[in-house]
């Protein structure tokens, strides 16, 4: 009796009422609640810059994503504490209508913090996406100019600005009400396309190096739960902007197969390499850069 008494003076009772299950909505979840943990990948991208990676990376995710997700699971409870389930749909902003709630003339604390953490979110994707760009042009995927830094600064100011001039058209060409749907669906199309290689070379390169090893089973099940998040969305509810999102991702191979793969055109990629050479200021960079 007196859980029953706390539950409901918690408003968790009920808290699911009125939920919908379908296969569309299940992946909308899933994209709305694994947006919050995106940046678990960020980490892996900037190895090169770890110290004894093979100890401290798996050290800093398993340490980063617990803390986050106890911390997250607590920030959840305490709105479904404080606010009823209509005030959390009818909210813009749930964090700064919780503040008021709980904080009153101190709510505008909440919407500094979710600015803050909005900045360091940002700041800690430029960074791990500029980085990707920059190994992947390093190993000849993409164009040379990518692949160099700045001559006094070192940083590899090409590809954080080609990560920018990206992410600008993403931002520009979707609606706000589908981002998260749309940037979620190229990230776990890709996360598939990733994980298949990797069961791939585990299977059919069982001799290659592996400093970081898991059982086979875990690959699989993540694999299987991307699958899910790509095909859901569009088989239950198809939109054009998923069409657009595919378009876009397989632009890059029509660009990539005749410019990189068969270096077509040298002399006008040799040109313009040399041309942002000259206006970014940047020159090859070393491998431990």
């Known amino acids: 009796m007196p859980c029953t008494v706390i539950v409901e003076n918690l408003k968790l009772e009920n808290a699911f009422k009125g939920t919908q299950y379908s296969l569309g909505t299940l992946g909308m979840a899933f994209y709305q609640g694994l947006w919050s943990y995106a940046g678990w990948y960020n980490l892996n991208y900037v190895t090169e810059e770890l110290k004894r990676p093979e100890v401290n990376l798996p050290r800093a995710v398993v340490i980063a994503i617990s803390l986050v997700t106890g911390l997250y699971l607590l920030v959840n409870v305490s709105y479904l504490t404080v606010m009823t389930p209509k005030e959390l749909m009818s909210s813009s902003a749930v964090a700064v209508t919780w503040g008021n709630k709980v904080l009153g003339s101190w709510g505008w604390i909440m919407s500094v913090a979710a600015a803050l953490s909005a900045f360091g979110s940002l700041n800690g994707t430029f960074f791990s996406g500029g980085r990707v760009c920059f190994v992947a042009a390093r190993e000849g995927h993409m164009p040379d100019i990518l692949a160099m830094a700045h001559i006094h600064r070192l940083t590899p100011s090409p590809a954080l600005i080609f990560t920018t001039i990206i992410s600008l058209v993403v ?12 940037v979620s669906f190229t990230a776990w199309f890709f996360y598939a396309i990733t994980l298949s290689g990797l069961i791939y070379l585990k299977i059919k390169k069982p001799e290659l190096p592996r400093p970081y090893r898991v ?11 991307a699958i899910f998040l790509v095909l859901a969305p569009i088989i239950d509810k198809p939109q054009i902007e998923y069409l657009y999102v595919t378009l876009f991702i397989f632009s890059g191979v029509i660009i990539y197969i005749p410019f990189i793969h068969y270096k077509l055109c040298p002399g006008l990629l040799t040109k313009l390499t040399v041309f942002l050479q000259l206006f970014l200021e940047v020159a090859p960079a070393e491998k431990n850069l």
């Open 215 to 225: 059982p086979i089973i875990l690959p699989i099940l993540v694999l299987i739960a």
């Open 171 to 182: 931002v520009c060409l979707c609606l706000s009400d589908i981002f998260v749907a749309v």
